[in-house]
């Protein structure tokens, strides 16, 4: 500052002092190290996948169910053909339940409920249920349909308790989009006279219809993933099965019991279940993402 | 009333006297006692029927009040929009003329806790009546907007056909309905060999435009236009008043605008509204020449507003 008095040079004053690119260069430095330190466990994750998983993918690992003899030698384990067809078939029961109610929900928030007293109670429930620890809702399946029917495991028990998780997700996620779709377009469809149903299905739905698609994937891709809802639920078995009304496997269910396994195999085969469950999810993010930019909202 | 009104709407098919009231089912489909059938003849021929001159139809107000909420937006409006004529309605900001037309369409009463008082009668129909069925008053009062807003999902012809499709059970043939709609709002030759591509993809003017084909494609009797050219260049607008002028023989158009030369242009008659009340109506000329009322003379004049 009393360099400006000192120096003759006119221009001094615009000069930027030593100390300010010192902090510059300081508070630079320290976000750049942070998102570096952030990196790291990505980058180990990934490689530890397909370190690991690449090594233990083999044509077999997707067309054999696992075979339960895990003290045998390595090649008679088995592959993981029940878990993924299972996890496909839990998780297309579960989004066959949850998206339609989802997206009704939505709907009726966004264009009946609006600022009443009752959506206003919806609302705040679906985000409360939007933080509920997913093993919460294998619990609730659990009791409710296990232990209070006195029966036994089975798929659409599992794809109920990802249903449940997948619900407030859907919700929020079709809300905030159907809200974008401007107000103009509900005027102009309302008065050309179309009921507001017809208004609703022809205008407002396809218009939201990439949003809402992405928001319907990103909740399937986390669904995926879960396994604490499964566990208990669905039950873990090696047979693979399309009769939802028995034990069904899945991904997330079969890596955490070759995990917990004594056999050095079956441990590299939670691996190749592991990558193969990381692409099915990337593939679904990936869809999400081209969707996404088809989407006619801002 | 409604005994009236049907043998009145029976009368109206066969004579030639009032064709168009015939074609709205104006109630609810519930307490329809003549056969729909005989409610729809003129719709059947819509096609040539929105090329051919016939009366528009009157809209009358008598002491309209609306409310958002508590806050009285309009205080009582007596204001007669005559058949075949094009009128303009004027005024500062927040003077009521957008709450005002759409209390004509009942769109008002579409915003939470919005409600209107008084009476709108078109013809001799009270739209607020409790038998009456908004969707056949908005199908007959058609209305566009400041924005030009077509469906962004539907191509050119979808937005046109898209009244059609959106109000009616049965649609036959479209096409042409939709094409005498371009031609009525003077669009067809820009687009008629891209009617599949998307309505968004179209210049402003030309998206405005093909708002107004949209409302006309479901041939209503009265259009309101709410600042219609307030997002378009001179040129575009200029072509939005000459089809104002060639639709007011045969529909009745009422126009928000803020330009007080776009209401010298294209308006019959006038009104200046000042904080939701009807200061004064008359023949254009009479209102930017010589008006009765200070207020109005000072707006006109650019004293105030």
């Known amino acids: 500052m009393s360099a400006r008095g000192a120096t003759t040079d006119p221009l001094a004053r615009f000069a930027v002092s030593s100390a300010r690119r010192r902090r510059d260069r300081i508070a630079r430095g320290t976000i750049l190290s942070a998102t570096l330190i952030a990196l790291v466990p990505l980058v180990l994750i990934i490689y530890y996948l397909l370190h690991r998983g690449l090594g233990s993918w083999s044509s077999s690992l997707f067309t054999t169910d696992p075979t339960g003899n895990t003290f045998f030698k390595s090649s008679s384990i088995g592959g993981i053909k029940s878990a993924i067809l299972g996890t496909l078939e839990i998780v297309a029961l579960a989004s066959a339940i949850s998206i339609p109610i989802g997206i009704g929900v939505a709907v009726w928030l966004v264009e009946y409920g609006r600022a009443s007293r009752f959506a206003h109670t919806v609302r705040f429930f679906v985000d409360v249920l939007t933080g509920v620890p997913s093993i919460v809702f294998g619990l609730f399946i659990y009791i409710v349909l296990i232990v209070g029917t006195g029966s036994t495991y089975a798929g659409y028990k599992g794809a109920f308790a990802l249903a449940l998780l997948m619900l407030p997700v859907v919700i929020r996620s079709a809300e905030v989009v159907l809200v974008l779709v401007p107000a103009a377009l509900r005027e102009s469809a309302l008065a050309l006279g179309a009921p507001r149903w017809r208004m609703i299905s022809s205008v407002v739905l396809p218009t939201a219809l990439a949003g809402m698609v992405t928001g319907v994937l990103l909740a399937i891709a986390r669904a995926a993933g879960e396994t604490a809802p499964l566990l208990f639920t669905a039950g873990a078995t090696l047979k693979t099965s399309s009769n939802l009304g028995q034990f069904m496997n899945s991904l997330p269910v079969q890596i955490y019991s070759d995990v917990t396994s004594p056999t050095t195999a079956v441990e590299h085969r939670a691996w190749g279940a592991a990558l193969t469950l990381v692409v099915m999810i990337l593939i679904v993010n990936l869809i999400a993402r081209l969707v996404s930019r088809r989407s006619r909202l801002a | ?305």
């Open chain 2, 1 to 305: 009333m409604t005994p009236t009104r049907s043998s009145a709407r029976v009368a109206d098919v066969s004579s030639e006297g009032h064709p168009r009231l015939g074609r709205h089912d104006w109630r609810s489909p519930a307490p329809a006692p003549e056969p729909p059938a005989g409610a729809r003849p003129g719709s059947a021929s819509g096609g040539d029927a929105a090329v051919e001159n016939r009366p528009g139809l009157s809209v009358r107000l008598e002491q309209l009040r609306a409310f958002y909420g508590d806050a009285e937006q309009l205080r009582g409006v007596d204001l007669e929009f005559r058949p075949n004529e094009v009128t303009a309605i004027i005024g500062p900001s927040g003077c009521g003329k957008s709450t005002l037309i759409r209390c004509i369409n009942r769109m008002h009463e579409e915003i939470p806790n919005a409600r209107a008082e008084g009476r709108v009668m078109l013809d001799d129909l009270d739209v607020y009546g409790p038998s009456v069925d908004v969707v056949a008053v908005r199908r007959a009062i058609g209305m566009v907007f400041q924005r030009p807003n077509p469906f962004p999902t539907m191509s050119i012809f979808d937005n046109v056909a898209a009244g059609l499709r959106l109000t009616a059970r049965r649609n036959g043939d479209l096409r042409p309905k939709v094409e005498a709609a371009l031609r009525s709002a003077g669009l067809w030759g820009e687009v008629s060999d891209r009617l599949g591509k998307p309505g968004a993809g179209l210049s402003g003017g030309q998206q405005q435009r093909l708002c107004i084909a949209r409302s006309l494609a479901v041939d209503p009797e009265v259009i309101l236009m709410d600042e219609p050219c307030s997002a378009l260049d001179p040129i575009a607008t200029l072509k939005i008043e000459e089809l104002i002028a060639d639709l007011k023989t045969r529909i009745t158009i009422v126009i928000v605008t803020h330009n007080m030369q776009q209401a010298a242009r294209v308006a019959d008659r006038t009104a200046f509204m000042l904080d939701g009340r009807l200061i004064e109506v008359g023949p254009t000329q009479e209102i930017f020449t010589n008006p009765a009322d200070l207020r109005t003379e000072e707006y006109v004049t650019g004293k105030f507003g």
